[in-house]
């Protein structure tokens, strides 16, 4: 695997969300932005049929999102 694959892995897999954003727009009364939670995880091992040559990975990443109101 290059550093550069290691790098991207590093950055992209892994949760996050927009809590501290959404908990500072309430507190200015208006909440403009939905509530984000991204969850990004490595699935190479489950691809079947990959060509012999590549090698990269994949990644998978699932978004839910609760909108105002």
């Known amino acids: 695997m290059t550093h550069g694959i290691t790098l991207i892995k590093e950055i992209l897999i892994g949760d ?23 969850i990004t995880r490595e699935c190479t091992k489950i691809v079947r049929n990959r060509p012999a040559d590549q090698n990269g990975i994949y990644i998978l990443e699932e978004s839910y999102y609760t909108y105002p109101g």
Do not use: F, S
């Open 16 to 38: 996050l969300d927009n809590t501290e954003q959404i908990q500072e727009e309430k507190a200015t009364g208006k909440q403009v932005h939905p509530y984000a939670k991204h």
